[in-house]
């Protein structure tokens, strides 16, 4: 049974940086295509960025081009989501997800969820 663990989160001022960490347990991670989602609250939770389980495709939310990176090591069981020149209206709990929705956004078509990490950018 494979397990995610995220990481990283925290508070930081606009403009910041952060960098997230799921880890996961399990011998399947590398078979998994994995993902970031973010829920604000009162807001649906919505797709930020997506990588293929070789790490040859990586997609992303309009809201996060240019500034959000994900990137997986298949040696180490984990994913990874840089997030550079921070906004406020990326204050949200992060959530790590494994399965075919980690790449094409459908929640309803993801395996696994981690438990969430928050993060807060002040203005």
């Known amino acids: 049974q494979v397990q995610l663990v995220e990481s990283g989160g925290g508070l930081v001022q606009a403009g910041g940086s952060l960098r997230l960490s799921c880890a996961t347990s399990g011998r399947t991670f590398r078979s998994y295509d994995m993902g970031w989602f973010r829920q604000a609250p009162g807001k649906e939770r919505e797709f930020v960025q997506g990588?293929?389980?070789?790490?040859?495709?990586?997609y992303y939310a309009d809201s996060v081009k240019g500034r959000f990176t994900i990137s997986r090591d298949n040696a180490k069981n984990t994913v990874y989501l840089q997030m550079n020149s921070l906004k406020p209206e990326d204050t949200a709990v992060y959530y790590c997800a494994a399965g075919r929705g980690a790449i094409s956004g459908a929640r309803d078509r993801i395996d696994l969820w981690g438990q969430g990490t928050q993060v807060t950018v002040s203005s």
């Open positions: 990588i293929s389980w070789d790490g040859g495709r990586t």
